[in-house]
């Protein structure tokens, strides 16, 4: 639509260009038509005005006989000879005039210039004679008293000549425009169809489409134009390539990044967030973008960082990280946030937060602060009494042998317990020691087994408790490291029999599997409280403190099993029933068995 209206606009601008260039031409040639005749008359008028002066200045004695001398001119032309004080002594139109419309001529202006030697033209309209005239007058030399001759010419003539050259100009004009009109058309379309298709080709790379090329057509200017536009097309495609190539790179940056990124413009609205920020806020890209930052984070504490960020927009100093906790399907992470602001003309972000993950700091931190805080307490209790058993036998009970021996076993019982706890320690970081790697050997399960018994045998002996073993009939050979394995099994049971009360029953048994090889160790002692269960494995954790540390129990031997068996691949659980009793179970995965016989 919009080309067609293009197409007759342009049309009719020609038309009306061409009409008025037309006009402008007829009326240049109707002024030259107009002055050629007049001069032409006007050089006529005078030459025949000089030849009667000639012929009276030759022949005075004709002034005695002044019809030969009207009788010389043309009968249209009037002729008039005037003496100087501008009295009328002939004139060829008296007759038809009457002597009465014979007037004084001396203040006529062709009069008075033929007077002064100047002669000139004069147009003007008679009212003598009705209709516009031409005068022309000089003094006829050799008269005495000296004698005007003046000739006049009717402009009528002229007038029609002159009316009817104007109409023929005009219908020149008219069919000259009449004729161009196809040739305007045509003209018309020739400019507008490479604009058409210039039009088309920019209809296109609008909506994405850069592979359209214009064919140089028509004039030099359009053919430039098209050329122009190709090269244009061509730049433009290389440009969204590398832009693209550019995008992508960032993009491939950012989502391979386990940092979260989130950038936010002027009004705290969202422009971009890579996956891991989305992982974090529990959202998915697309609903992510142009949604305020409110709606996003769903945290009052960066709520309310951000809203300060954005209102402090003058400041100029570096921003400071903030630890925020966020809750997320995770849980509750904890992530240092630093801020940018960002500045600079095409940049339509103002801040860009990044989010690390801190959480396992945290928890590390948490946890050597835990630790110390259980060592110094575990140390603290051994300490004491050593500390007051010393000061009561240097106050004088060692003089007292049984005093003496008494305090001497409650320093060997607490030196004892600080011995296991410096051995679990040592035994536990150990375990905890990735960067070490295990030593697997070849043993055999059923010998294996007999000798962590061994160890044992004793303590269940003491209490009269029944320690009954499930071995498979077959042997079995496992690829472990003896000595980390065999401590989870003697803590395993050394808990058992502990927490077991007279005459209970422990069991170990061994259930081969496709995919696991199962080992749980069972009881029917007290239970743990289901509440308590899931801690059960943390560092120093005790069901019943006071009674483990009467048992010399340091609080590490389930952390301690539970790292070397993680460290073979395997998972320890543990399943509890208060007043029915315990099961700690042991997957090993299959690839520990080595074959059975």
């Keep these: 639509m919009a080309s067609k209206d293009f197409f007759w606009k342009n049309f009719f601008y020609s038309v009306i260009l061409i009409a008025l260039s037309s006009l402008l031409f007829s009326l240049l040639i109707y002024q030259y038509v107009s002055k050629t005749y007049t001069l032409n008359l006007q050089d006529s008028l005078r030459k025949e005005t000089e030849t009667v002066a000639a012929l009276i200045s030759a022949q005075p004695q004709l002034l005695q006989e002044p019809h030969k001398i009207t009788s010389a001119v043309q009968p249209d032309d009037r002729i008039t000879m005037i003496a100087m004080d501008g009295t009328v002594l002939a004139d060829n139109w008296s007759e038809r005039l009457g002597s009465e419309a014979i007037e004084n001529y001396s203040n006529r202006p062709e009069f008075k210039a033929a007077l002064s030697g100047e002669p000139i033209y004069v147009r003007r309209f008679s009212a003598t004679m009705q209709r516009e005239m031409l005068y022309y007058a000089v003094s006829v030399p050799n008269t005495s008293p000296v004698v005007v001759l003046r000739l006049s010419s009717s402009l009528n003539t002229l007038q029609e000549q002159l009316s009817k050259a104007r109409k023929m100009m005009m219908l020149t004009a008219v069919l000259a425009v009449l004729l161009s009109l196809p040739l305007v058309y045509l003209w018309a379309h020739a400019v507008i169809r490479p604009l058409e298709k210039l039009k088309v080709a920019a209809n296109r790379m609008a909506v994405g489409d850069l592979g359209e090329v214009v064919q140089p057509e028509g004039s030099l200017e359009f053919r430039e134009l098209a050329q122009a536009f190709n090269k244009m097309t061509v730049q433009l495609n290389e440009k969204i390539e590398s832009i693209g190539k550019e995008h992508s790179r960032t993009e491939s940056l950012l989502s391979k990044m386990v940092e979260g990124v989130l950038a936010l413009d002027e009004r705290g609205k969202a422009l971009f967030a890579n996956s891991a920020f989305c992982e974090m806020a529990g959202l998915k890209m697309d609903k992510l973008q142009g949604r305020s930052y409110l709606e996003i984070v769903r945290s009052d504490q960066l709520a309310d960082y951000i809203s300060s960020l954005l209102r402090e927009t003058e400041t100029t100093a570096p921003l400071e990280a903030q630890e925020i906790v966020l809750f997320g399907p995770p849980g509750e992470r904890i992530f240092s946030v630093q801020a940018s602001r960002i500045r600079g003309e095409g940049s339509s972000a103002a801040l860009i937060l990044v989010f690390h993950d801190i959480t396992g700091i945290k928890k590390v931190e948490q946890i050597r602060k835990d630790f110390v805080a259980n060592v110094s307490h575990e140390l603290r209790t051994p300490l004491t009494a050593l500390k007051g058993s010393t000061e009561i036998l240097l106050d004088g009970a060692y003089i007292n ?72 009939k077959e042997p079995i050979f496992l690829n472990i490291d003896s000595n980390q394995i065999g401590n989870a099994l003697i803590n ?98 299959s690839q520990v068995v080595l074959h059975s016989v």
């Design 401 to 472: 042998p049984e005093e003496c021996k008494k305090f001497l076993e409650i320093m060997d019982k607490q030196l004892q317990n600080i011995q296991n706890l410096v051995n679990d320690m040592l035994q536990l970081a150990a375990v905890e020691d990735t960067s070490k790697q295990i030593r697997r050997r070849s043993v055999e399960l059923s010998s294996f087994i007999s000798e962590a018994l061994v160890v044992l045998l004793p303590l269940a002996q003491k209490k009269h408790q029944t320690l009954k073993t499930i071995l498979p």
């Design 492 to 589: 395993l049971l050394d808990n058992a029999i502990k927490y077991t009360d007279e005459g209970g029953r422990i069991e170990l048994s061994v259930h081969p599997e496709s995919e696991h090889l199962l080992i749980e160790v069972s009881d029917n002692g007290s239970g743990i409280p289901q509440d308590q269960l899931a801690r059960i494995f943390e560092r120093f954790f005790r069901v019943d403190k006071s009674r483990s540390r009467e048992m010399g129990g340091t609080g590490l031997g389930l952390a301690i099993a539970k790292h070397a068996v993680e460290n073979h691949g395997g998972t320890i659980s543990v399943s509890s029933q208060q007043g029915r009793g315990t099961t700690f179970t042991i997957r090993l995965p």
